[in-house]
């Protein structure tokens, strides 16, 4: 039996330039829900067997695969529909942290329907630097406070994630200035997210 596609807005950008925060807030709108790819991993358990598999890699320093990103990310969508935290008949997913790359924009395409992409963008990286800085002292997330780790985090953005936005229509693709106000780009997020909210509502 095939797996039913989820409705889904994906958020999308460089490491710092708010798709956490914004998904935060969009997600506490009715009909939309927000998953952190990010926020599934650092949940895991790491005395069970996906959190053990996934330290053989981080311990290294090494990505983890594909494949497993996309296991666990699918389970913790499966538990929290489940919960019924998330409804997939009546919300719209608010995705952001994965795809990283295009191989995992592959192996989705079975998993999500992609109705939007908000592609959040910083010409300054200096300024996103400090934001993931402060960020690790404010939220006390030891991933985000060595600068070396955050700069190369950066590198494998260029190298690898920005080619995410190939993988889809550009018709569907918004490109949103991230340096202003949370409140400014939360407008300019809602102002292509409503029409699509607005059809899903209708059955389109």
Known sequence: ?????????????????????????????????????????????????????IYKYSSRGELVPDELSIRIWKQGL?????????????DILILDGIPRNIEQARILEQHIDVLKVLHLTCSDEEEMIHRIRHRAIRENRADDANESVIRRRFEIYREESSQVLSCYPEEIIAHIDAMG????????CLQQLVPVQDAHFRGA
């Open 1 to 53: 039996m095939a797996t039913e596609r989820r409705k889904t807005v994906l958020l999308f950008g460089a490491p710092g330039v708010g798709k956490g925060t914004q998904g935060r807030i969009l997600g506490q709108i009715p009909g939309f829900f927000h998953m952190s790819s990010g926020d599934v991993f650092r949940s895991i358990d790491i005395e069970s067997p996906e959190g053990q598999e």
């Open 181 to 188: 106000s949370p409140a400014g780009v939360l407008l300019s």
């Open 78 to 90: 499966d538990a929290r529909a489940t919960l019924s935290m998330y409804k997939p008949r009546k």
